[in-house]
């Protein structure tokens, strides 16, 4: 797949295509340098693609073939693997390529506190795929697997924990739920049966083609849900990604909630004074709005669900998150949980006894459009153009380039996933921001 020296990881880890990047030979090679690298039972779950056990059975040989033991906990969110991992104190393999279209997978690994495995740790399993230093067990000595069915429910229950069950069971809420035949066709619906909310699924049946929707939860792919959640008859819409690490939301008028002003309700709601949040640098002006009122301080960060957690850390912060839908509630676990997030909204519509439409009116108003390019080329001559038109606008070079003027600002940057460029636009005006979004566009073009 790669030639020595060359990175694996990624933004979200290992991502290819079966069969051609990620044969069983490379899985497998990449699960003996895991259990090389970490030396001590490891947790493994996977999303519902069609190729996960084919990439899962050779990851598991290979960390086997080094005598470390195996929990096998099955079809499972991203994020409720990672819980098994914090709560067990246990690393982890999670066989996933989140909302890739279904002819991509990947690797990532988890590290023993449940946030994915900082950059320096990635490197020295690389280190150990590459120069091929294997443990390697003797016979009697090969690692055994298990199967644990508990990681759902203890899952399920960690949110509970963390939120005012009590006050959502007590409204009452309809709701219309759309798993997109993605990993959470059965936490999320066991969560909102807890939550006392009658429910109506949309596509809640694991199929790794995702013939229903694309896995990526955007309007274009949301209209169904868009329109069932505009009837009348419900108070909410949700949806996931594939792996079920973000979530989106759709008011009782039908409208799509972007995934920026869902973060912004979120620090509103639950921000103390004197606190931090930690957001990318694609995230609006809201944040730091917000922050600014609530006397509490913005760390602003490259893209990255990784790299939020990491810095949440360090920087003791309990709030964070993407623009994406991506909310990071340091309280339960430091990385993206998409079924924590609406958990959350929950608990904030059920306090404060509104509709999700005029809850969000308390949201200071930003627009964003975002947009992705082919990338082809070395990403300086992007970086240079966009100079060379906007001189006079401050510049950030915190991920790719960002250019601002007030409270208009153009991100492009290069995807740590895919071999595309993403442009990201921010203005007041929604029509401003579109028009920047086409003029980045052709200066890319």
Known sequence: MSKKGERLFGTNGIRGIPNEDLTPEFCMKIGKAVGTFFAKTIAIGSDNRLSNSMIMDSVIAGILSTGVDVKNISIL????????????????????????????????????????????????????????????????????????????????????????????????????????????????????????????????????????????????????????AGSGEFAVGIAHDGDADRAVFVDERGNFIDGDATLSLFVRNYIREGEKVVTPVSSSDAIDDICREKGAEVIRTRVGAPVVSRTMIDRKARLGGEENGGIIYGDHQYCRDGAMTVGIILDIMARKRKKLSEILMEVPEYHITRKTFPRSGDFNQVREKLLKVFPDWERDDTDGIKLRKDHDWILVRPSGTEPIIRVFTHSRSLDSSRQMCEDVGKIIS
């Not at 506190?113 to 000595?141: C, P």
């Not at 899952?155 to 739920?177: C, H, N, Q, T």
């Not at 049966?193 to 049946?205: E, P």
């Open 77 to 228: 969110p991203t994020p409720a693997v990672q819980y098994y991992c914090k709560k067990n104190v246990m690393p982890g393999v999670i066989i996933t390529a989140s909302h890739n279209p279904p002819r991509f997978n990947g690797i990532k690994c988890i590290d023993e506190d449940g946030t994915e495995l900082e950059r320096s740790r990635e490197e020295k399993i690389e280190e150990i795929y590459y120069d091929e230093n294997f443990h390697v067990a003797t016979w009697e000595h090969i690692g055994r697997e298990v199967e644990d069915n508990s990681a759902a429910d203890l899952y399920i229950s960690g949110i509970l924990e963390k939120i005012d069950a009590k006050a959502i069971r007590g409204m009452k809420f309809r709701v219309v739920f759309d798993a997109g035949n993605g990993a959470s066709y059965r936490t999320t619906p066991e969560l909102l049966s807890r939550l006392g909310v009658s429910l109506v699924t949309l596509n809640a049946n694991p199929d790794g083609l995702f013939t229903s929707r694309e896995s990526e939860p955007k309007p274009a792919n949301l209209r169904y849900l868009m329109e069932l």
